[in-house]
Each structure stands twice: as C-alpha cells, then as structure tokens.
C-alpha cells in the first residue's frame, strides 16, 4: 500500500502543474503584453517534450527502472516551475517549458503502463483520480493566493516547492522501486531487440492500433481545450473576472477527479468499453448545455458535467491496452499512445487558440462537440475490432 500511495502521490505531481498555465494565463498574457493566444506556444513546446520523452520512455525504464525516471521527471518539472516563477519575460516561459514538457512524458508513461500491467481496472481509475486532485488543486492554490493579493509568481513557486518535497520522499523509496519492478533479462533484452528491429512506430502494425492512437489524440484534444481555454472562454464570453474565472475552472477538474474516484467502483461491475462510452455519452451531454443560451452558471455546471464525462475515459482506455495488444507490446504501445496525446496537446491548443483569439471564443463548444462525436464513434470502432480478435 505504501507503494501504490507513492504513485497515487507522483501523479499528484504530474496533476500540478497541468492547469496552472490556462487558469493563470489570463493574468500573466497581460504581465508580459503579449496577445492571449500565445499560451498555445507555451503549451505547444511543453507537449513536444513529452512527446520526445514518451517515445523513448521505454528504452529509459528499460536501462535506469521506473523509480529513477520517476525521480528524474519530477526533479525537472520542479526546477522548470520555479523558472516560470522567476522569468523576466515571455520568451523564458518558452525556454522553462523544455523541462517541464520532458519532465512529465517518461513518468507519464512508465506509471501508466506499470499499473496497468499490475494492478486492477479500479486502481487506474485512483491513480487519474489523483492526477484530478493536482489539477483541482492547482487553480484553487492560485486563485486563493491572487484574491490574498499575491502575483501569479506565487502560484508557480509554490507548486514548486512542492514538487521538490515530492522529490525528497522519491529519493528515499527508490528501493522499494527496486523491489518491485525487476523484470526478467530475458524479457527486456526480448523487448529491447523488438524495439531495435522494428522501431518507435512498430506498435502501429497492429490492428486497430490506428483507431486506438486516433481515440486518444481526440480526447487529450477535448481535455487539453478545457484546461487551457476554459479560463479564457469564461472570462470572453460570460464576462466573468479572471481571478473568479480560475476558481471556476477547478470545477472542471473537480469532475475529474470525483468522476474517477467512483469510477474506481463502478469498474467492479462494468467494463472499461462501458465506462468509455457512458463517459463520452456525458461529454456530449455538458457541452450541449454550454451552447444553450443559459446563464453564466449553468455553464460552469456544464464544466463539472465534462469533467464527470471526462473521468472514465482515459484511464479505461489506458487498462485496455495490454488487453487490446498483448502484455509484451504493452510498454511500447503505451509510449506511442502518449506521444499521439502529447502531439493533440501540441498541435490542437495554440491552434484553435488562433481561431478563438481572431473569431471568437464562442466556439470553442462547437469544436468541443465535433471531436467527442468522433471521439464516441473510435472508441466503438475499437471495441468491436477487439471483440472480432478474440
């Protein structure tokens, strides 16, 4: 248990720094007199970090063990948070995004396939569950510090602080990750030579991989529209102040993370394929009611509801992959399935966030509905490939 509390905390690391951007952005785009689009280039370096760091966590863990990554990754998202508390200007956020986006692909990738290959449904669904309680916890920390008078900087050294402390308390259970995770030599020189032979794309060959990558560029889309534009859709369209806006915006993560805590407990009596598609269900369901002409708080309403729908759907789909490609792939696979969520995150923020700055923020719901209707039809599609496999 004290193990299992030990990844539940590193996802809580990974959770932190998640929303601070987008709930801060609407404050710090002024700080520095740049336009409220340019937050998409921040987010778009962060995520080719992670997508560098995704597709080599295999080999990584494979050489060093999942704990060290583990230490490593956090080590340098809190050394790239104090940076951002400290820069000078714009153009330092895009150089401590480097580290961030780095520090976050590995461990991203590495816990996620660990629990996946050895623990239940419902510890999966915990383990996000955490992740929602860093990002829930990040705009809250933020928005109380600005309403006490304190600047965004505060907010960024203090996660920093943080993630350093979880550093320590890493460094001291290194060997328990020893304990746990010593694979065979057979099976990691079998691994290794697979990935020589075959490549960093090789996991592609598989059928339905295809539509599996596809599922989750879609929803980290959806997500990461949320995280980094919710703050700044509230405030352009509903004229809500930006330090109330980012408080809001926790209700989003709220859903999340509540989602996936009883998410937990309904995956002992339903499949991941079930909680998928309920959870994309009530996707669709919150932004329906954010397009309707409804006051300002049945749209924040609306951001809990995403956020419930939300919940399920990465972690079911994340426990199916060793189902749908066989334990051996299972590292593998699980690594080029970040780097496509990392590459939605890249491309898909600063790109719709040029269109939402020269158009208008109102349609944002509208490009939300598009990608959860595909997003349903994939993870249908996938299920019945499986179905046709077994």
């Given amino acids: 248990m004290i193990f299992l509390a030990l990844i539940y905390l590193a996802f809580i690391s990974l959770g932190l720094p998640d929303s601070l951007l987008g709930s801060l952005w609407p404050v710090m785009n002024v700080d520095f007199g740049v336009p409220v689009g340019n937050a998409g280039f921040i987010s778009m370096i962060v995520s080719a970090g992670t997508i560098i760091s995704s597709l080599f966590s295999h080999r990584a863990i494979l050489r060093f063990g999942t704990g060290r990554v583990t230490v490593v990754s956090v080590a340098m998202t809190a050394v790239a948070l104090l940076g951002f508390s400290l820069s000078p200007s714009y153009l330092w956020l895009l150089a401590c995004a480097i580290p961030l ?18 623990y239940e449904a419902k510890h999966m669904n915990w383990l996000h569950c955490f992740w929602g309680v860093g990002a829930m916890l990040g705009p809250v920390l933020v928005s109380a510090l600005m309403q006490w008078g304190h600047s965004w900087r505060s907010g960024y050294s203090s996660i920093s602080i943080i993630q350093f402390t ?28 697979s990935r020589a032979k075959y490549g960093l794309l090789a996991p592609l060959r598989a059928k339905g991989a295809v539509v599996a990558m596809m599922t ?5 889309t959806v997500e990461s529209l949320m995280i980094l534009w919710g703050a700044s859709y509230l405030v352009q369209t509903k004229g ?29 009596k339903f499949s991941n394929e079930a909680l998928i598609r309920g959870g994309a269900i009530l996707v669709i369901a919150g932004i329906i009611l954010m397009l309707l002409p409804l006051p300002s708080f049945v749209t924040i309403c609306a ?42 995150t890249t491309v898909m923020p600063p790109l719709f966030g040029q269109v939402f700055a020269h158009t208008s ?7 939300l509905l598009v990608g959860s209707v595909v997003l349903l039809s994939c993870t249908v599609r996938l299920a019945m490939i499986a179905k046709k496999r077994a």
Avoid: C
Wanted: charged residues 10%; aromatic residues 16%; negative net charge.
């Fill in 101 to 118: 986006g780095l520090g976050a692909g590995a461990v991203d990738s590495g816990l996620n396939e660990f629990v996946a290959e050895h």
């Fill in 166 to 193: 979880l550093v320590a308390l890493l460094l001291f259970s290194l060997p328990m990750w020893k304990k746990y995770e010593a694979p065979s030599a057979g099976h990691a020189e079998a691994v290794s030579g």
């Fill in 216 to 220: 989750f560029f879609l929803y980290i």
């Fill in 240 to 268: 809500i102040p930006p330090e109330n806006a980012a408080g809001w915006v926790s209700l989003f993560f709220f859903g999340i993370t509540a989602g996936r805590m009883l998410s937990g407990f309904i995956s002992i």
């Fill in 303 to 344: 951001f809990l509801i995403i956020g419930l729908g939300l919940a399920p759907i990465y972690p079911a789909m994340l426990h199916q992959t060793p189902v749908y490609f066989g334990k051996e792939n299972a590292q593998a696979t699980m690594g080029l399935q970040m780097a496509f969520a990392y590459t939605a």
């Fill in 361 to 367: 923020f109102s349609l944002m719901p509208y490009v």
